[in-house]
């Protein structure tokens, strides 16, 4: 079984930053990739950003040139780096851990509210 752990979230101001951490822990051999996503109230989630083990990257159009994912793999843990956020990038923030693409692990959310 694995753990997820996210935090900071928070309320900011349209224009600031914010930077998300999920800590994993438990039995963890091998990480296939781990993401962010976010789902907004009356919305599907979606996913925000992605990276592999060979740190590969992939990005919401929306989010592109703004967000940054990184990992250190020291501490089982990955980072959601936000600048120039948005009104529309309210939502709860998950983290996302696949194993293979039969074994996934969420985390419980974390909300990220921007005002304008």
């Known amino acids: 079984q694995v753990h997820l752990v996210e935090s900071g979230g928070g309320l900011v101001q349209a224009g600031e930053s914010l930077r998300l951490s999920c800590a994993a822990s438990g039995r963890i051999l091998s990480i296939w990739r781990r993401g962010w996503y976010r789902q907004a109230p009356g919305k599907q989630r979606e996913l925000v950003a992605r990276?592999?083990?060979?740190?590969?990257?992939i990005y919401a159009d929306s989010v592109k040139g703004r967000f940054t994912i990184s990992r250190d793999n020291a501490k089982n843990t990955v980072y959601l780096q936000m600048n120039s956020l948005k009104p529309e990038d309210t939502a709860v923030y998950y983290c996302n851990l696949e194993l293979s693409g039969t074994e996934g692990y969420w985390g419980q959310g974390t909300q990220v509210t921007v005002s304008s």
């Open positions: 990276i592999t083990s060979d740190g590969r990257t």
